[in-house]
């Protein structure tokens, strides 16, 4: 289940209504430099606050994607951790992208929760997303980081999910990114490396065996040839 409310240790977002420069950069994956030559070109204009400050609103992210305010699509939120000891960090997750989401207005049709690493790519409910992707279903998916959707080649699957007109949004909160996660992945991955070479040590010497023996077969054979002709 989703909370509604942020646990201790959480950032409060309950007070941003707007986006910052830096940040409208990162959620439409461009540099702050584009968004300034975008605003001085009328392409994308900023807004300005009392105080000169450029800021960007969501419908300027909506219009600027091309997604207008009837898309009936879904909006959903995806947290995971590894495992089930992590489930407060999961909470977390799922508590801080509402607050995410409440603070800008966005309203969310489903929070999918998953227990499993980030380097498995047969996680349950995260192929059920896809497929939704896939099938047009999903409009937004908003993650608190990078890793939480997959631990390699996230801009791959970036790319994947915009050909459906998928938007992922990276809130990019690296606190509720867990650092354990990355050295149980590493370690993973080094297991993986291991039996391989493992693997090839033992090929190798079974290539090994093979070569003595052909030879030693080789060698009887010309010593069985060289006692024949001996014998003629």
Known sequence: MCLNVLKGGIMNTSNITNYKPKEFAELLGVSVKTLQRWDREGTLTANRTPTNR??????QYLEFKGITEDDTRKVILYARVSTKNQKDDLQNQTAFLRQFCNARGMIVDQCIEEYGSGLNYNRKKWNELLDEVMEQKIKTIVITHKDRFVRFGYDWFEKFCAKF?????????ESLSPQE?????????LHVFS?????????????????RLAKELQDGNQSYTGADNEDQ
């Open 195 to 211: 039996y391989r070479l493992y693997g090839l040590r033992k090929y190798k010497k079974q290539i090994e065996g093979d070569e």
């Open 181 to 189: 996660e990355v050295v149980q992945d590493i370690v993973s991955i």
């Open 165 to 173: 007109n998928t938007t992922i949004v990276v809130v990019n909160n």
């Open 54 to 59: 450029r800021y960007y609103t969501y419908k």
